[in-house]
C-alpha cells in the first residue's frame, strides 16, 4: 500500500499545467517515490490529455482516466475512489509543493498518524503588480495544504458534495475537521498556491461579489449534514458562522458602493432564504455563543477592510426577512 496518493482533478488544462506539480514532486527529498507516493488524475469530460510518454517519465505511478463531465466535486471524489493509498491529499493542477522537504515534512508527520492534517500554506499573489507569497494559517475553507487518512473518509463517509462546484472546498474540510477528535494542525507549509493569470478566482476583483452566493449553498450543505448526521450543537455554530460572515460582508466597501447594488441585492436574496430555513437554529444558540462568534468573524473583517456597521444585526435581519415576506 502506497502511504500517499496525490489526487488531481483536470478539466481543459494541457500537460503544460500540471507539469510544475508533477516536478515539484519528482525533486522531493528523502522519500521513496516509487514505492510511497502516486498521483491520480482525473479528466473531468474536457480536453485534457496526459500522454503514456509524459507520465512515464515522472519516477512514480501517475494514474490518469476520464469520466464524463460532473464537475470538480465529483472528479475528486472519483480520484478517492481509484485510490488505496493510507493517505491522499487533494490537489489542484496549477499549485505545487513549495519546497524540496515537502513530503518529508508531511511523512513525518504520518508516523504519528491524524485523521485530517490542516498545515499553513503559502499563496502566491500580487500587489499592485509585485509578485507577493502570504502565508494562510488555520484555513478551512481551501483545499490547500490539507490531508485525510483514506480510510477515515471512507467510514465516515466523508465525500465533496458534487452538487457544489464552487467554494466546494469549505463544505469537505470542516465536515473532515468535524467528524474527529484526530486532527492535526501542521505549521510548517509544505503546499504553494501557484498564481495563474487565467484563474478566474484570482484575477476578476468582483469574483466574491459574483460567488458570495455559493458561499451560501455550501454551508446550508454542510448544516443539512450535521442536521443528518445528528449533529446539532455543530449546525447551530456554523449557521450563526454564515450570518455573522454574510452581515459583516455586507459591510465591506466593495458591497456597499452603489455601482455593486445587483450583487448585492441578489446576495440578500439568496441569503433571505437561507435564514428563512436556518432561523429556528440561530434562535436556539445562546446570546453568549453568539457573541463570541460574532467577535471572532468581526476580528477578521475588519481586518479584511470592513467599515463601520450601518445597522446592527438586528435591523438587518428584519430588512432580510422583509424580503422573504416573513418581516
Not at 469537505?172 to 504553494?192: H, M, R
Request: aromatic letters at 12%; proline letters at 2%; glycine letters at 4%.
Amino acid at each position: 500500500m502506497r502511504k500517499l496518493d496525490i489526487l488531481v482533478p483536470v478539466y481543459n488544462e494541457d500537460e503544460s499545467v500540471i507539469k510544475p506539480l508533477l516536478d515539484s514532486i519528482a525533486v522531493q527529498q528523502n522519500v521513496n517515490l516509487e514505492e510511497d507516493v502516486g498521483v491520480i488524475v482525473c479528466c473531468d469530460g474536457g480536453t485534457c490529455t496526459l500522454s503514456d510518454t509524459f507520465r512515464n517519465s515522472y519516477p512514480f505511478q501517475i494514474e490518469y482516466f476520464c469520466n464524463e463531465h460532473k464537475g470538480v466535486s465529483a472528479a475528486r471524489n472519483a480520484c478517492l475512489d481509484q485510490s488505496e493509498a493510507e493517505y491522499v491529499m487533494f490537489c489542484d493542477v496549477d499549485d505545487m509543493f513549495m519546497n524540496a522537504c515537502g513530503l518529508w515534512i508531511l511523512f513525518r508527520e504520518m508516523q504519528i498518524g491524524f485523521d485530517s492534517l490542516v498545515s499553513v500554506f503559502v499563496e502566491e499573489t500580487r500587489f499592485n503588480g509585485e509578485v507577493m507569497y502570504v502565508n494562510r494559517e488555520r484555513d478551512s475553507t481551501f483545499v490547500h495544504g490539507k490531508v485525510h487518512r483514506r480510510q477515515y473518509l471512507v467510514s465516515k463517509g466523508i465525500r465533496w458534495n458534487e452538487g457544489l462546484t464552487i467554494h466546494e472546498d469549505s463544505y469537505f474540510n470542516i465536515l473532515a475537521q468535524n467528524l474527529s477528535t484526530e486532527v492535526k494542525y501542521c505549521p510548517t507549509p509544505f503546499y504553494l498556491w501557484k498564481w495563474r493569470d487565467d484563474s478566474v478566482c484570482r484575477h476578476d476583483p468582483k469574483y466574491i461579489l459574483k460567488t458570495y452566493s455559493n458561499m451560501l449553498d455550501s454551508n446550508d450543505a454542510l448544516v443539512d449534514e450535521f442536521i443528518k448526521r445528528a449533529m446539532q450543537d455543530r449546525a447551530a455554530f456554523y449557521t450563526a458562522f454564515m450570518i455573522f460572515d454574510a452581515y459583516y460582508t455586507m459591510n465591506k466597501p466593495e458591497w456597499v458602493n452603489q455601482e455593486n447594488g445587483e450583487y448585492r441585492d441578489s446576495t440578500e436574496r439568496r441569503f433571505s432564504e437561507y435564514f428563512t430555513k436556518h432561523e429556528e437554529l440561530w434562535n436556539s444558540i445562546p446570546s453568549m455563543e453568539k457573541m463570541q462568534i460574532s467577535n471572532g468573524v468581526r476580528s477578521r473583517s475588519v481586518s479584511e477592510g470592513m467599515l463601520m456597521e450601518a445597522v446592527t444585526i438586528e435591523q438587518w435581519l428584519r430588512h432580510i426577512k422583509e424580503l422573504s415576506g416573513n418581516g
